[in-house]
């Protein structure tokens, strides 16, 4: 996800209050386990308006917010493949159910 302007600030006003329980979600073995690391995009210094001592400046500098899933070709041709790829949203929903917190209280025209 590369969020608006609107958006990406809504996200990081919940991650300045809530920075420990992203950090413990981003840390689950079930992502790091099943996702390839992101680096999100970071901005070169934190975004302006947010405090650069912050604990969780490294994740407020963060553009975007993507995981990607890498599987070999062979195994969308095995009985295996829905399974893998439904462990793997399943895995992630913690994650967009803490990103879609902030973006649900904006206003309709603060969404675009």
């Given amino acids: 996800m590369h969020p608006p302007p609107s958006r990406l600030t809504a996200i990081r006003d919940h991650i300045v209050a809530h920075h ?17 690391p992101v680096d999100g995009n970071p901005l ?16 407020l500098r963060r553009r975007q917010w993507a995981t990607f899933a890498t599987l070999p070709a062979s195994v969308a041709e095995t009985d295996a493949f829905l399974t893998l790829v439904i462990e793997r949203f399943e895995a992630l929903t913690p994650l967009v159910d803490f990103l879609n917190v902030p973006l649900a209280t904006l206003r309709l025209e603060q969404r675009h």
């Fill in 20 to 36: 420990g329980e992203l950090r413990a979600l981003l840390a689950d073995p079930r992502v790091t386990g099943l996702f390839d």
């Fill in 44 to 59: 070169v210094r934190p975004p302006r308006g947010y405090p650069v001592d912050h604990p969780a400046v490294d994740l």
